[in-house]
């Protein structure tokens, strides 16, 4: 195997329209920021990725504000010089260097499984173990918060064949307001289509006893995340009265917090997503966790864009175990977007990008229109004369 030497890395912040406007429990937003990654090799060959956030630091903590300065000043440099192919020396320098920031070190973790899958010329799921799927059933975001809009939309992606199930955001408004429109809904599309709620954490446990057996008489097939999510017992006891999975994904980051889950019997479903756990690898560290304690795997998005998507899809196809398949939906909610190719979904499901790496080219033209201030930042290497070793420059353009 070729070594395969980072030379530079820098990080560029892109906002991106939305095709509607997006609610979640906590805000609403009419945009998705995300941070572009690129890693250049001393061949130079390239590796690109993506770290996304839904709309800021409210869901983790981070923003992609955060996710460059970071990646810029403290990631960069510990992986620059290094074998792009050394991925758990890599990971251990980035953890040694910031603790936790999982969405920067999974933009970078992507980058650099592209640079090694261009220079093999190999798809990420090769390198990760081998493909078991070719395509990932998609359900699509209801989030307008107007049953009746919500219902019409949802009846042009079936007809589209864009999405498979549905997912209703929750915990905007009131319970009883909440759940009746999910009830409108569900009656309306359950006999087209498999219907999940997501309160994001905004219930108490008085209130999913109350809200549960009402959406399960509907048809309601699953409930996300109803309980904040450092409460890994209130879980278990609605589990006990629900006839639907709940499934966990704020309560599940790492593998320790899957551990612990499985412990106490929590999440029959578990939401992965590459961005809150730090990359591929820590992702299958938890599915791994959670398919030895005997829950089922779900795959989770932060609305990527068609780069981000392409290599969440590379791991999703590794995956073994997705009943209820999962939502990397990001490409179809955005108004544009910055790659070549945008990824393709057919027959209700995204289908595995084909090519080597992470499967997908960045538009050089859509990625000057979106950057957000026409300057990024690239961290390099240089020889010093006299034998000085490598050092690293800081450029701005």
């Not at 990080?11 to 997006?22: H, K, T, Y």
């Not at 906590?26 to 690129?38: D, E, G, T, Y």
């Not at 395509?135 to 975001?141: E, G």
Request: aromatic share 4%.
């Amino acid at each position: 195997m070729p070594d395969i030497i980072i030379r530079d890395i820098e990080s560029i912040i892109v906002d991106l329209p939305l095709r509607r406007l997006q609610r979640f429990s906590a805000l609403a937003a009419q945009r998705q920021s995300l941070v572009v990654i690129r890693i250049r090799s001393t061949d130079g060959i390239m590796g690109v990725g993506e770290a996304s956030i839904p709309s800021g630091p409210w869901w983790g903590g981070e923003s992609v504000e955060t996710i460059k300065s970071i990646a810029d000043i403290y990631l960069a440099p510990v992986l620059i010089g290094q074998r792009a192919t050394d991925m758990a020396v890599l990971r251990a320098r980035m953890d040694e260097a910031a603790f936790g920031n999982s969405f920067a070190k999974a933009g970078l973790e992507m980058a650099l499984w592209d640079l090694i899958g261009h220079t093999l010329e190999q798809p990420v799921h090769a390198l990760l173990g081998g493909k078991v799927r070719d395509s990932l059933n998609v359900a699509w975001p209801l989030a307008t918060g107007d049953p009746r809009q919500e219902i019409d939309e949802a009846l042009a992606k079936l007809e589209a064949g864009e999405a498979s199930a549905f997912k209703l955001k929750m915990g905007a408004v009131e319970l009883k307001q909440d759940v009746a429109r999910a009830c409108e809904v569900t009656l309306a599309l359950r006999d087209r289509a498999g219907i999940r709620v997501d309160p994001n954490e905004r219930w108490t446990e008085v209130d999913a006893l109350w809200a549960i057996p009402r959406l399960a008489e509907v048809g309601v097939e699953m409930i996300e995340q109803p309980l904040p999510r450092e409460d890994l017992d209130g879980p278990v006891r609605l589990q006990a009265r629900a006839a639907m999975p709940i499934m966990l994904d704020e309560s599940i980051r790492t593998p320790h917090d899957m551990l612990e889950a499985a412990k106490k019997g929590a999440g029959a479903l578990i939401s992965l997503k590459i961005m809150k756990s730090g990359g591929m690898v820590p992702s299958r560290a938890v599915a791994d966790v959670a398919l030895a304690a005997g829950a089922a795997l779900y795959m989770g998005t932060f609305l990527e864009s068609s780069l981000g998507t392409s290599g969440n899809m590379q791991f999703c196809a590794t995956l073994p175990h997705l009943p209820l398949g999962g939502e990397l939906v990001g490409p179809m909610l955005v108004a544009d977007d910055i790659t070549e190719e945008p990824v393709r979904y057919m027959d209700g499901a995204l289908q595995l990008p084909k090519g080597n790496g992470i499967g997908a080219r960045i538009d050089e033209d859509k990625l000057k229109s979106y950057r957000r201030d026409r300057a990024h930042t690239t961290v390099t290497a240089s020889t010093g004369q006299g034998g000085g070793g490598t050092k690293l420059a800081v450029a701005g353009e």
